[in-house]
């Protein structure tokens, strides 16, 4: 089975800071990975994925990953964070038929 | 495109008392899902459906229903509510689930349910 660990459940950022929010995954093939983002009381969106075409990944909203076989890690960045990237944000490991999510990090931004 | 659309948003339930969620898409979607969301655990999958009339369990099936006679729709059946079914649930669906591609998934906006 695959799984991810978030190895932070909370980060604090001041706005126009650099974020960085931690993941590693267990796979035993290549996996395909993603960010998604839940804006409070909202659904969740899909940041950016990772499918093997290319190790750095950019998605929306200035968000970037970088998939690290070596350290089986999947880190997601943003050089500077912005007051709307308060969000909870999980990192996704698909396994067979399904998704499996790590238990998210709260992302909280100081003005 | 309506996307993925859940009803209720919200709901109550009394301990035994059975209710239906509901889901459905209009992106002539494969695959469909449900989740159910527990602070500091994620996301879990619950069932689900890789084509109409084809369901299947996924890591927490127990106490639910589902069925998916159409494309579209894939309701999800509480049979006797507990209070261990207090959560906020999510549907997604996603183009197809075949093959090592990743399709995204889309989410619904939630049902939150309270089961006293």
């Known amino acids: 089975a695959q799984s991810v660990t978030q190895l932070d459940s909370h980060v604090s950022v001041s706005e126009g800071t650099p974020v960085l929010l931690r993941c590693n995954y267990s796979?035993?093939?290549?996996?395909?990975l993603f960010w998604y983002v839940q804006h409070p009381n909202k659904g969740l969106q899909l940041l950016l994925k990772y499918t093997s075409a290319a190790t750095l990944v950019k998605g929306i909203n200035g968000f970037e990953a970088e998939f690290k076989k070596s350290e089986t890690s999947f880190h997601l960045t943003k050089p500077s964070a912005h007051m709307s990237d308060a969000a909870e944000y999980f990192c996704v490991v698909r396994d067979d038929y399904k998704l499996s999510f790590g238990a998210g990090t709260t992302v909280t931004v100081r003005a | 495109n309506a996307g993925v659309t859940q009803t209720p948003k919200f709901q109550v339930l009394k301990t035994g008392q059975s209710m239906t969620l509901q889901c459905a898409q209009d992106?002539?979607?494969?695959?469909m899902s449900w989740y159910r969301q527990d602070p500091g655990m994620g996301l879990r999958l619950i069932h689900y459906s890789v084509g109409a009339g084809i369901t299947d369990q996924g890591e927490v099936p127990n106490g639910y229903n589902v069925s998916r006679s159409t494309t579209e729709d894939f309701p999800l059946r509480l049979l006797s509510a507990a209070p261990s079914q207090t959560s906020v649930y999510f549907c997604?669906?996603?183009?197809?689930?075949?093959?090592?591609?990743?399709?995204?998934?889309?989410f619904g906006p939630g049902t939150r349910l309270t089961v006293t």
């Open positions: 997604a669906s996603s183009y197809s689930w075949r093959g090592a591609r990743a399709y995204e998934q889309y």
């Open positions: 992106m002539n979607h494969e695959y």
């Open positions: 796979s035993s093939y290549s996996p395909s």
